[in-house]
């Protein structure tokens, strides 16, 4: 039997008080629902850390599909990892909302291109952008590089583009932007540790 | 084989006996306010694992976002400047949600049969799908918690994560607090864990340190330490004594099965008046017919 | 972290100062509570605002912004003349025994040598006294005149609790009350840890802040045992890391240097960075500079890099000056720049003065954006009204934007503030096209190089000769690339004990940085990541959570430099004789023929304790430096210097030199400094506990927590303003303003500073003009552009603001 508030309504202003129904016996079939369904039952688990701050909490993501080739993994929660001897399964509000950072509407999707003067994005693919930032890199090099200082000493550098390393970037990303904008000669090459 | 997913010892309007051989540990969360930071880590936790996206408001001059309990927010950290004495401040901030009362005001309010349920471990639930919208429980409850959703006409509040502790596991805001302020277990456990922490607040200097279980329903399943015990209402108005309104329990009372048809009915009337028009007004009326 | 987070639960007094760690750190600040909890530790909190981490403290001091080293000097008056220090550490193991050169000079604020116009110091006169047998002279009864000890209590004379309470605003009986609780852990069996952040670093004196800190710990003979330390709680996830890794304009990995323009002879080079230990007996670790420095230019270079050619010395950039980013973007800004690459970074946000940012940027040729998520850097030319009011027509700056990966869709590890480097795995594929930073480097190198190839161009050598033997050269992976940072063997390597016992074979991946040599014959791309990933795996990628000794060493869980350890200085927490000072908290102890213990012993092994070797085998002395000699560039004793916008317009303790005397300013930023006339309020920069920077603005949960851009302030300030919560505000300094929501709280109370009131403006920073939050004003409109005379971080703690109703 199922109760809609008009009807309790109804049986209230008709006089006939529930106790009436529960004396005959009254049990609803919906309060036989479980609780909600456990949402991880078989979710497919990969370790990770936050990328936030420097404690660097452990974090078990949780996706859905078992990995098969037909099924692209999306991750739907992400919890703290108790085995984790600094946060021990804790996360703070930011890593704890981190499933909403991974889907947010602002992810960038493809290379873009905006041109001088320009009011808009433009999609472009990933040879193109390549090949334009490596013309207009190689362009500005090849015009300002210094082999030699006034003093006529090999000095071998290039101060004319400017480079920012990441903060929330894996060490082998840091590890090979290092080695490679250094072999340009790049010396306007910092971080966030200076901000 | 549902009700035994979480043994429900009750379930609102409703007098068929829920199964009631099995028992199971009584579970509690304690919120040691002593604790907190106020991070609202529990809050993402909250609304990450229900599923559950409160709107993007606005500022409203303080730092609680949200402000207030909605039906996609079911906790909330509430912050207050107090000072006891002139130029000591404390920042008392006290993670706000429902209680998981013993004696439940919701259940006892609720006219639809099996909306609100409560589980032998203690947690008291709302099923949703068996909620009419009427908002009973809204004024059953002495902590001023459950909220209806003008979506769907439902009542929302804290589930004490059914889901995850049917499974084994504590609930999200409990695993994710950052300062271990929010604990986990056995009620038992629980006192024995506020214990401690009463201890060591009164060796620092908080000489009425102690613990938030109210007598008034029965005691709760969740529980809080205060630096404060002695004055509760201190914490963002916290109630000192909470009870079910007595329309609360007459109306539950009418219930029982051997209660009489025309009890039913007055209490019935009058418990509606109760709900729509306020506790006071009511009380006056139904002593009146009492008189009568 | 000289420790790391598990340890601060063995701490007996907590210091929070220059942080908030319960607001940005909340998931490491457990180790407080549990300090609290388990420990019966107390937690000191000195900030200008009652925080998150004062809520739960046990005694809550106020500080004027920017006033730390009056503060902290005076905890050294305190602590000397109290004497509260712990004489047996002080005396072996810093160098207060040390005598200073005749020439050194304190007055009137200016340490001797100092050049007005170029804003620096002639330091030769800032060292020690060498005496006839070529090392520093000491006077072990401290009793010297010019020695350290004598000169610190000299110096600190002046900072009386009375003159740090007039300086800082403190109440003196609260400045009082911290200084007890500090002292008490004098005692060997008593702990302190300091835990700070930004809140020191951002400011003009900010590496001195930390310093003076240090020099307490010193004093107390806290660093190097469980509980103690200074810590350093680091902003981002992977900023150890990159900054061990060396990207920064000077630096190469393993904090190597990179040669300055007069350092064109490699062994002058190599000569003047291999520390001879200055005291006798002592390890100077970095006598193995070359080694560090050879193997590094084997992996970059490999068989190019030959002894006949100084290991390709020549290829290295050599330095004119440091382009830090103030460096950069005032170049930048008067058009002697041309390109601009970004990388999960956004400077229009993250650097100060907006406005200058701006203008910057618009006269850039190129700009490239590499990044996960649509930054207001990649989009400074898009017109957003208020909040970014530029027209795009005018800006002639070409720009690139291309997608990368976040965390959860990549493998690789990061370097925690603990120093532990740890592994994480993929999880899902990144969205639409988005690729790895790792492959985009890759992508943009190989066309540059396919250019350089087909073109001819400047300069080609060392980009054409560069090691590039990735299995799939436009994606390496991150396994090979951690491999090769950690380094292999050349050639096969003996035992040098017994040169016919082959320890490993060519090709294989050493066991740390013990085994680098400066022959060739090794290779590493970061000395101090050696170890990481050897013959035996990945051993970032470790996960035994076990802890043998209760104090949180969790030796097989992950990896953390140098060697695997956790406690740096570790020696330290024993006495000369090799027994722990406190047996409760053993790390280490000699047990006879060796040093061993619950953590990696840092230190060298087999060095019996009657050798005389001391605990800080980085220096040159073995000991640790109360006074810091010429490495720092305004003294070798922390002063107080005021913030270059101060809102008492003096310095009390010298009026003649307000601010740092040695601090970089730029032509035009002077000019736009503010005064306390016109700009009253002491304004401050600092993030929230519910948001990340600018980058969870773009996220939905956190958005909800914290959707709109607020300033705090004082009810005596609002109430003076006739400012009530939940008015809108403007906010300006010098150089801009912004408007948004007042809070008006009691956790932000008027100072009485110098005979005036200062009141403070607290301005949270993570709006901007794109998320999904409320739009707002980027905050560093307000802020000012200079920098920390050592490091360059700008000082986004300590300016002048006005205000009023909207």
Redesign the interface.
Known sequence: MKVTRRQFFKISAGGLGSSSIAMLGFSPGEAQAEVRTFKLARSTETRNTCPYCSVSCGLIMHSLGDRAKNAESAIFHIEGDPDHPVNRGTLCPKGAGLVDFIHSENRLKYPEYRAPGSREWKRISWDEAFTRVARLMKDDRDKNFIAKNAAGVTVNRWVTTGFLAASASSNESGYITHKAIRSLGALAFDNQARV | M??Q??D?TR?S????PSPGQRRTMEVAKLIDV????????C???C???NDL???????????D??TDLTENSWTVMRYA?V?LEPGK???L?RKDGCMHCANPGCLKAC????AV?QYSNGIV?F?E??C???GYCITGCPFNIPRLSQKD?KVYKC?LC???V??GLEP?CV???????IVFGSKEAMLHHAE??IA?LK??GFAKAGIYDPKGVDGTHVIYVLHHADKPEIYSGLPKDPSIGAMVELWKG????L?S?A???V???AF?HYVTKGPNEVSEEIEKEFEE | MTNHWVDIKNANVIVVMGGNAAEAHPCGFKWVTEAKAHNHATLLVVDPRFTRSASVADYYAPIRTGTDIAFLGGVINYLLSHDKIQHEYVKAYTNATFIVNEGYKFDEGLFSGYDEPGRKYDKSTWSYEIGADGFAAVDETMQHPRCVLQLLKQHYSRYTPEAVSNICGTPKDAFLKVCETIATTSAPNRALTFMYALGWTQHSVGSQMIRTAAMVQLLLGNMGVAGGGMNALRGHSNIQGLTDLGLLSDLLPGYLTLPRENETDYQAYVDKRTQKPVRPGQMSYWQNYPKFHVSLMKSWYGDTATRDNNWCFDWLPKLDKVYDVLQVFELMFHGKLNGYVCQGFNPLAAFPNRAKLSKAMSQLKYLVVIDPLATETSCFWENHGEFNDVDPATIQTEVIRLPSTCFAEENGSLTNSGRWLQWHYKGAEPPGEAKPDVDIIAGIFLKLRELYKKEGGAFPDALMNLTWNYRIPHAPSPEELAMEYNGKALADLTDPKDPTKVVLKKGQQLDGFAQLKDDGTTSSGCWIYSGAWTEKGNMMARRDNSDPSGLGNTLNWAFAWPANRRVLYNRASCDPSGKPWDPKRTLVYWDGAKWTGPDVPDFKADSPPSEGMNPFIMQAEGVGRLFALDKMAEGPFPEHYEPFETPIDTNPLHPKVISNPAARVFKGDLEAFGKGKEYPYAGTTYRLTEHFHFWTKHTKLSSIMQPEQFVEIGEELAKEKGIKAGDRIKVWSHRGFIKAVAVVTKRIRPLTVNGQTVHHVGIPFHWGFKGVAKSGYLANTLTPFVGDANTQTPEFKSFLVNIEKV
């Open positions: 549902a009700l997913s979480l429900i379930r309007a409703t007098t068929t002593t604790k907190c930071i106020g991070c609202k880590a809050q993402v936790a609304m990450e694992w996206r409160d709107d993007v408001g606005i500022n409203h001059g303080v730092l976002n949200p400047e000072e401040l404390e920042w901030i006219p639809a049969p099996g349920v639930d099923h799908e068996n009419i919208g009427c006409s589930t059914s889901d995850r049917a499974a999200a695993k994710t607090c950052p300062t271990g302020a401690e922490r060591d060796s620092r009418a219930t029982k099965p209660a048809l009890l039913g009915a209490a019935a009337g509606i």
